[in-house]
């Protein structure tokens, strides 16, 4: 623990995209401690020798795992050989490692759900009827999913403020963060009007990656209604550079909690169906360089696992393309200190965050930076993390 | 009127995807007539020998008009030496003409926004304090975007049945249909974080195609709170195999109705704003070979126009693609018979349409075919149609 290192040795090997500073073309790697290794060079393979994970994705469980039995054998022990094909994390670029097709997001913590509902509808039930009946989730943008370190511009839209008349226009005054967990699909995936088994949907997914689904509140909650979010979170989505191999996270697969009442057979998911994950949010302020840790929270409590995120998706015949992206939702537990958002952390705003030194955060400021981390409980994998500073809004 | 080549003169020139019968790769074509006309090859331009619009998309309005012109030109008199390069439509099959980026699905029709508000909350103000600000609307799932003739297999889900304290697992028993006008996206685009100004927004419009989006209405009432419409919709949507240019539609271009209360700055949309377009349903019922016509209805009425429904969609600094579809929402109009789905057409299933000779319909059944029709008034330009034929749920 504690150096640099920790987290990214053989056992975790996670997959991304990077140039050399030196020049060249963007092509695949694996994060090893430091360095990234150059797949393409070092297996002598076209499908690496590309701009996004895609190729790879596309062939499926069967060559992820002897890919990566091959990488494990070529980089262990002394690995001497791949001594040509490491780079530094310090002489190379990375990008977004995936030609996302659909971003799905859900609902999945149970937690998260619950506080929402309290905030928003305090006079009424908390969870929706259907809400432990099925993962509840929606489509979100695609094209806007930007790789870690991306500036965040403060975006501009519709609110209404307190009882106003009308709307008004102008940048969000709420803007916050979703602390979430998604999952990449990959392999043949299913013919049009077939649903994916929840027993084989872990087959279709390749690995898992931190997402940040940053969200502007006002903006948000002016539109949604009937159809859901859509300009309140479309400006961007944040995701690491790495993705984790689903493989590196087997030996930490957990319980789910109990589902009461039973759901439907179809989201029936063999136990253990959860990925046991630490997870914080991490906050420092415009101008500072002292960072806060806001919040600390567990994968493995997530109501909606990972296959029964996919089962449901696909139970109406909906097809998945490799690169799809679907994030769990934010991840919340139920004590102080433990929410993925800053509208659960300060109750929408009513208890300020105090963080040092007269320094309060209700929702974010331009100059602040969010760095979302995670990994396994002994540390042995360690997500790669995704951050991102916000800057003022535009024109 | 009335032979099979209106509307599809030297003033239109939709394009399309298409292989030869005969043999060969995917590549661009446009429809002239009763022909495809291979563009690579008559134009020896590689950005046409793809299995897609989108490279063309990619190059901008001015490239789109140079194209056409070129077109025109080549085709317009007798165009003797075009025609090695024109193929018969029934020598060859059309494919879905784009990548589709993002899909965003509008709900811009007050009609039918209106409608839906009445059957939905019928004890409450129909239109929400939201609908006359901005044009509602969400994304929806770009990966099963199907071309026109696709099988459209009947989705099964969750739906709870009236009063019952559980959800029930099966197949949709209230498939309904969607009648949309999309247009799609092209040229460089915005930068992440800059919108793009409503007077620009044509720009970056390259073209419309009809739309069905096919909508299970028993699996979106029970999953759409709060988040929107997922499983109820993602299952399909159909698309043309022609996407019409907007170039040919700018002689149809007319004044949008009056908003009241105006809109925000953002939104003021340069007049004439709206397309006058005369759109049909057609149904013909499993097993028959009568065909009839239960909607038809007008696009030219319709309350946000896509410059302002592409002007709101990137507001907040969200970027387009080549290659993104948005589509209107549904159609519709205030009189019997006007409306584009089911639902409001039969105020769901409460009043059957009478077809003839005892057939009624309150929604789908399996083996029933779906077209959906569009032409401007003059009928010069007649939009690709799009048609589907309902078949079984699986297993």
Known sequence: MGDGNDGFGLEHLP?????????????????????????????????????????????????????????????????????????????????LPIEIGDYVDFYSSIEHA??????????????????RHLPVGYHGRSGTVV????????PSGQT?????????????RLLDIELEVGFVTGGPGNALGDAIPVEKALDHIFGVTLVNDWSARDIQGWEYQPLGPFLGKSFATSISPWITPLEALR??????????????RYLQAPEPRNVDLHLTVD????????TFTISRTGFGDLYWSMAQQL???????????????FASGTVSGTEPGTMGSLIELTWRGARPLDLAGGITRAFLEDGDTVTLTGSTPDHLVTLGEVTGTIVPARG
């Open 147 to 154: 790789v870690s370190g991306t500036p965040i511009t403060r």
């Open 283 to 290: 906050l420092t302020p415009a101008g500072k360089t002292d």
């Open 114 to 131: 619950t506080n929402l509902g309290r905030i928003m509808r305090p006079d009424a039930e908390p969870l929706l009827p259907n809400w």
């Open 15 to 95: 997959y991304g995209v990077f140039t050399p500073n030196a020049g060249g073309e963007p092509r695949v790697g694996v994060r090893l401690e430091d360095d990234v290794v150059d797949v393409g060079a070092l297996l002598d393979d076209e499908a690496f020798r590309r701009p996004s994970l895609n190729a790879f994705l596309a062939q499926g469980p069967d060559r992820w795992a002897q890919v990566r039995g091959r990488l494990q054998a070529a980089l262990g022990n002394d690995g001497v050989g791949a001594a040509p094909h490491r780079h530094p994390l310090s002489d190379v670029t990375l990008h």
């Open 160 to 172: 209404r403020v307190g009882d106003a008349a009308a709307p008004s226009f102008g940048p969000t």
């Open 311 to 325: 089962a449901h998706a696909t139970v109406n015949g909906a097809t998945i393309r490799p690169g799809d992206l």
């Open 251 to 264: 030996p930490y697969f957990v319980t789910g909690p109990v589902q009461e009442p039973p759901v439907l």
